[in-house]
């Protein structure tokens, strides 16, 4: 095996965290049957194993420790509600009650500089770095583990995972970065004051809920289980082998796709370079199915608005929770293939953030149903974000080589985008395909570029 468990570790909070019960809200509840989020973080370190195991692996440890102090809620599980009314809620019992996040120190033999580059990789060799939430059978199941995983006399990988219903990735990156603060303030690089972010905000009262979404959504999450039908035929031969790709939207071609957009669009589109990113990557994905520009098929986008500040009143960013509400981009195939494609599409999506001003929870009780009839379409879903600054993440190793969103794969049609690495680098787009379809959106992806 190419990687190799050293050692499992029980992380506890220090100081002790106080524990509690807090509620699932309606923005939690549809991602209560869902997976993790999964990252891997690389690392330059031309150390051998040795003096990993005594000199970083130490400070990584307590830096958790002292991180998931102020993040107690990660430390504890999602159970049913014992009141036996059918809803669910985040319990950490804390205290000396042995409740930690399970932290993962493996050996790996693979390629590093391979593992941690850009070009198509087997995305099974990039899960040798992922740890697996651990299960039980009493009906909870953790949130959060860790694994950090050193090639000798090159790097380090790592890898966190959170369950989406735990929070989303605005959470999820501010947990990380207080993690990598704690590690730079243990190394003495830097006091607490210039380190650290904001600590969390735990309070869930704030996000409201007049109308019982969380209850409502929740029972027909249960409908839709009662009713599920059976499950596809067996599969007639081997699955194919899924590889994951980096592509690079630097400023300068973004700020063409831009003044393409506005051109060609009239002046009337709301052209960022989340837009233009997606657009532009929404068009190579369709060119990518070859699919038929029939008229009267219509090809669909779905992707997530952080709504803390959209709220009324608005909530702490610092808040610890989901927060995000879905928007649903649609255009018709033939004009998403057509030469003009990336502007259909960025008008479209344009549009549907627009419409946010119409109120970020408008239509909020059809959200759940509407997503789940737009799933037999296949549309294209978007993870992470430009905004969340994940190559900031320093643990005292400097700024990562390269941060891949794994998780990508359990959801075919699913990119990713971050900031890229350099002030140059624009957008980075992560992809998982099957290696035929990888190569062809490598081609179209080419050859869009050399067209702007």
Request: charged share 20%; proline share 9%.
């Amino acid at each position: 095996m190419a990687t190799k468990v050293l050692d499992r570790l029980t992380v506890a909070a220090s100081p002790p965290a106080p524990g509690g019960v807090l509620p699932l809200t309606f923005f939690d509840v549809p991602w209560l049957f869902t997976g993790p989020v999964e990252r891997v973080f690389f690392y330059p370190y031309p150390h051998t194993a040795e003096q990993f195991t005594a000199r970083l692996l130490p400070p990584l440890v307590s830096s958790l420790s002292t991180a998931l102090h102020w993040f107690y809620p990660l430390l504890g599980r999602v159970r049913p509600c014992p009141d036996g009314g059918g809803g669910y809620e985040f319990f950490s019992a804390g205290g000396d009650a042995g409740e930690g996040v399970e932290l993962t120190v493996a050996e790996s033999s693979d390629d590093f500089d391979e593992l941690s580059g850009g070009a198509p990789r087997d995305v099974a060799r990039l899960y040798a770095l992922v740890p697996q939430l651990p299960r039980t059978e009493d009906g909870t199941f953790a949130l959060a583990a860790a694994q950090v995983t050193v090639f000798a006399g090159r790097g380090i990988a790592v890898g966190v995972s959170i369950h989406h219903v735990a929070c989303d990735d605005s959470s999820y990156m501010h947990f990380v970065k207080t993690w990598a603060g704690q590690c730079r303030v243990a190394a003495g690089e830097e006091s607490a004051e210039g380190a650290l972010p904001p600590p969390p905000f735990l309070d869930r009262g704030v996000v409201a809920d007049p109308e019982g979404l969380a209850a409502r959504t929740l029972d027909e999450m249960r409908q839709l289980a009662a009713n599920a039908p059976p499950p596809p035929p067996p599969r007639t031969g081997p699955p194919p082998k899924l590889v994951i790709a980096s592509f690079a939207l630097t400023r300068d071609r973004i700020d063409k796709l831009k003044q393409r957009v506005v051109t060609e669009g009239g002046g009337r589109v709301h052209c960022s370079a989340f837009t233009v990113a997606c657009a532009f990557a929404w068009a190579c994905l369709a060119r990518v199915d070859g699919g038929c520009a029939d008229a009267e098929r219509r090809a669909h986008l779905l992707f997530s608005v952080e709504c803390r500040r959209r709220l009324a009143p608005p909530i702490p960013q610092e808040y610890l929770g989901n927060c995000l509400r879905p928007c649903f981009v649609e255009v018709g195939l033939g004009e998403l293939l057509g030469g003009d494609g990336v502007v259909a599409a960025a008008a479209a999506i344009g549009a549907s953030i627009r419409a946010l001003d119409d109120g970020v929870l408008a239509g909020a009780g059809g959200w759940f149903h509407k997503i789940l009839s737009l799933v037999p379409e296949r549309p294209m879903s978007v993870g992470g974000s430009p905004r969340y600054g994940v190559y900031e993440t320093d643990l005292g190793l400097g700024l990562p080589k390269k941060v891949e969103l794994v998780s990508i794969d359990k959801t075919p049609g699913t990119v990713s985008l971050a900031e890229g690495r350099d002030a140059q680098a624009g957008i980075e787009i992560g992809v998982v395909l099957p290696e035929a379809e990888m190569a062809r959106f490598s081609s179209c992806f080419s050859d869009g570029l050399e067209q702007l």
